[in-house]
């Protein structure tokens, strides 16, 4: 087997870090010296108040809500398409411009939108973000059996790393340890991008270079970097 699954997996990581629309931060975590401890003795001595008195704490005052936009009604507009549109409610539009029947709309009337859209997104989480990063619970994973179980292509496939032949369940595991991520989802992009994980065989193009161009596979080019990641098929 050539060089081709260490690969698959650092550029399958940087599709993750690279599809973005704005810059990535790098935040780099440093451990500082404690200061001298300073003498009890040069500190100040709270000043007790006098019986009866109170202390006022003030609190930072509240940042003010955005400013409101308004809409003009055009033609064909209804109470429920300008909602819709702008995300938000019909009860929402109907209280905050004194509207008494949503059906009194006219052409060129203006609507005031509420400054922030009040409809939450969904509470479903497709990938909770402690399944993203190596966490305490990712050890319990058996990438070794969970490989072997599949008895697919991934189970056969071997890589050479610093001359010495590694099986998948290695490298998956060496990659994990050392980048910090979750195995199981190394394994989901080997599957999403290569088909690894459900095929049986792979034809030898795909051997050499997973992540070429398939059905369903467009590359996006973001901040100077070649990511991969599945959409609808470009020419």
């Known amino acids: 087997m050539r060089k081709t699954l260490l690969a698959l997996l650092l550029l399958a990581l940087a599709a993750v870090a690279c599809v973005r629309d704005t810059p990535g931060v790098i935040v780099i975590t440093a451990t500082f010296l404690p200061e001298e401890a300073t003498s009890i003795g040069s500190l100040p001595l709270a000043t007790a108040l006098p019986a009866g008195q109170s202390t006022q704490i003030s609190f930072p005052t509240a940042l003010p809500q955005g400013q409101p936009t308004f809409y003009v009604v055009q033609p064909g507009d209804t109470l429920t398409i300008i909602a819709e549109e702008n995300g938000t409610t019909i009860e929402t539009l109907l209280e ?9 709309l006219f052409v060129g009337q203006t609507i005031e939108l509420p400054s922030t859209p009040l409809v939450d997104g969904p509470d479903y989480v497709m990938l909770p973000d402690s399944k993203m990063v190596r966490a305490p619970g990712s050890s319990e994973f058996d990438v070794q059996a969970f490989v072997q179980a599949q008895n ?3 189970s056969r496939a071997t890589d050479e790393v610093n001359n010495e032949v590694l099986t ?5 595991n060496r990659v994990a340890l050392e980048y910090s991520v979750d195995p199981r ?23 050499d270079n997973p ?3 398939q059905p369903m596979l467009t590359v996006f080019r973001a901040k100077g970097c070649t990511c991969s990641s599945r959409g609808p098929q470009t020419t």
Do not use: H, K, M
């Open 211 to 213: 992540l070429a161009p």
């Open 185 to 207: 989802l190394l394994l989901a992009l080997i599957e999403y991008l290569g088909g690894w994980v459900s095929r049986e065989t792979v034809a030898e193009s795909e051997e």
């Open 152 to 154: 697919r292509f991934i």
């Open 96 to 104: 905050i411009n004194d509207i008494a029947n949503p059906d009194t």
């Open 168 to 172: 998948a369940a290695q490298i998956i």
